[in-house]
């Protein structure tokens, strides 16, 4: 009798490092804290999907995937910073210790060991717990609690490693991902779309409506502000109108999400109202979007989220809706 | 907030025999909407806008050789016949609010700028205007944020909130206090910061909450 196997679900790969804990941003009111990993990793170890996943260390990124999004003398600026004790790089929110730079040289090839794993078909997709967050850092500065710019280096990497040509950059954070749109927007095959409380009340005051990208990468950058209280309702409204339609001109060879989780109503750091349950929906469409477009290339860099049980709780929300497929009648959401 | 650091200068200019062919082609290849009229030593004389230029072309609806006949006829016409009296002009040391009053009161899309002969040193226009307070806004300007408080009514509020802004390290670069639709007082300020909780926990603590309604 020939028995029936069962395909084995492919785990959701979790890239995570001890070394991140090590970026001290100076205590006192410093939202970006080592207690905002912690969090997470807790309510992972205790959650039930803790079976499917399967953590794997990032690396160090190297000198040219660096290079590729900053220049040279930033690059020696931070690690000079760094290793000199000072306090901040350009701006006291930028706060670092002596291990920053090797910490953001991790996160910053957080992206790239995933992408390699997800390449050799190790899981259905990837969420890189790292710190500190990326998409805020410009080619030659550090803004916003940011150095490297983590997601930039990762889809740079993405095509230049791995000869995928079109990235999808999808940026929920709360801010505008203002040093991600800059590197590329000038470029057609890395769509840049950020949905982010509007810059007139929000930092870091980039994002218009009005940015399309310019030269040839006009029409590959989409800003979708969001005026401050929004909620659920709002976001679940650009998804279907704007996103999706968006995603299926540009047909994606690979989705990035700059995952931010700083949107939630209970998080100090933003104006918008988002539920827990708001980043179930976004897991579940993400999935549904890699299914359709890139099988096995979807890829989450984390990026804000600063109360730390919510961001914990909301990484879980997230995780489990992109474990789950959408059911038939959740399409119409 | 002088209008000299803001205008378009040098403003280019035509004299009163330049033909309206020659003044619309110009006005075409320039992209602008305005052009002085100066005598042989730049003293303003007049204006010529691009919709003073359009009227003086014949209607579409013409027969082609009454057309025919008025183009002709334009050639030979110097825009002096058609041109605006120059009634409102700023001084080289106008302000943008002199400037702003100016456009909004007489509904025009821009105005000569003067020296003290008469002489036309620049022109500007509401689009120089708005590039002047964007630049005034700082927007564009990266790594800020903006914060709506309520004024709480108290004395001196915006020493008090610069106190306790100083008070904390927190720099800021845009302060404003203006009336909102329903007469309710609102302090606009900008922020470089992206620690907005620590800047709002300073100010509860120096009696400013966050105004609703925006």
Redo the contacts between chains.
């Keep these: 009798m020939q028995s029936i196997r069962q395909p084995v679900p492919q785990p959701l790969l979790i890239i995570d490092h001890p070394d991140f804990d090590l970026h001290d941003t100076g205590g006192g ?3 970006e804290t080592p207690a905002r990993l912690t969090a997470i990793r807790r309510q992972l170890a205790n959650s039930p999907l803790a079976g499917r996943l399967q953590s794997h260390p990032p690396r160090p990124a190297e000198r040219t995937s660096l290079t590729a999004i900053h220049s040279e003398s930033y690059l020696l600026r931070l690690e000079e910073a760094a290793l000199a004790g000072r306090a901040f790089l350009d ?3 930028n706060q670092l210790c002596y291990d920053s730079y090797q910490t953001a040289l991790l996160a910053a090839g957080s992206g790239l060991a995933a992408i390699d794993l997800l390449e050799e078909g190790a899981g259905q997709g990837a969420f890189a717990l790292l710190r500190p967050p990326g998409h ?1 850092a410009e080619r030659a500065m550090s ?3 940011c150095f490297l710019n983590n997601v930039a280096v990762a889809a740079r990497y993405w095509q230049s490693r791995h000869r995928r040509r079109k990235i999808m950059i999808i940026d929920w954070d709360a ?1 505008h991902g ?1 040093g991600i749109q800059a590197a590329f927007e000038e470029e057609p095959d890395i769509f840049y779309l950020s949905i982010h409380e509007h810059p ?7 994002g218009w409506a009005a940015d399309h990208g310019s030269g040839a990468g006009h029409g590959a950058t989409l800003n979708l502000p969001l ?3 929004s909620g659920d309702h709002e976001v679940r409204r650009l998804l279907t109108e704007v996103v999706e339609p968006a995603l299926a001109a540009f047909q994606p060879e690979a989705l990035l999400l700059a995952a931010g989780f700083d949107g939630h109503r209970d998080d ?2 933003s104006g918008l109202s988002y539920s827990t349950e708001l980043y179930h929906l976004l897991g579940q469409r993400a999935a549904a979007w890699a299914a359709r477009y890139c099988p096995g290339r979807l890829l989450a860099l984390l990026e804000g989220g ?1 109360h730390p049980p919510t961001l914990a709780l909301s990484v879980e929300n997230y995780l489990a809706g992109q474990l789950e497929p959408p059911r038939a009648t959740d399409h119409n959401q | 907030m002088k209008i000299s650091q803001h205008m378009t200068a040098p403003a280019i200019t035509i004299t009163s025999t330049t033909s309206i062919p020659q003044a619309r082609q110009l006005l075409q290849e320039r992209h602008f909407r305005h052009l002085p009229v100066v005598d042989q030593t730049g003293l303003l004389l007049g204006m010529v806008t691009d919709r003073d230029l359009r009227s003086a072309y014949p209607s579409s609806l013409l027969e082609p050789a009454e057309d025919q006949l008025r183009r002709e006829q334009l050639e030979r016409t110097p825009v002096v016949d058609i041109m605006s009296p120059a009634t409102f002009t700023l001084a080289a040391a106008a302000t943008l609010d002199d400037a702003l009053l100016l456009l909004d009161r007489e509904g025009v899309g821009a105005l000569p700028v003067v020296d003290e002969e008469g002489r036309v040193v620049g022109i500007f226009s509401i689009r120089d205007l708005i590039s002047a307070y964007r630049q005034l806004f700082g927007l564009g300007e990266w790594g800020s944020a903006m914060l709506a408080l309520q004024d709480d009514g108290q004395p001196r509020p915006l020493s008090r909130l610069c106190a306790a802004l100083e008070q904390a390290d927190i720099h800021f670069h845009r302060l404003l206090r203006a009336t909102g639709p329903h007469g309710e007082k609102i302090i606009y300020l900008r922020v470089n910061t992206y620690n907005l909780p620590a800047v709002r926990k300073s100010l509860a603590a120096a009696g400013f909450s966050a105004f609703h309604d925006q």
């Design positions: 009111e410093h939202p701006h006291p929110d805020h803004l916003g609690f801010h203002n007139t009340w929000s930092f870091p005051g980039t005026p401050p209280g100090e750091m600063y």
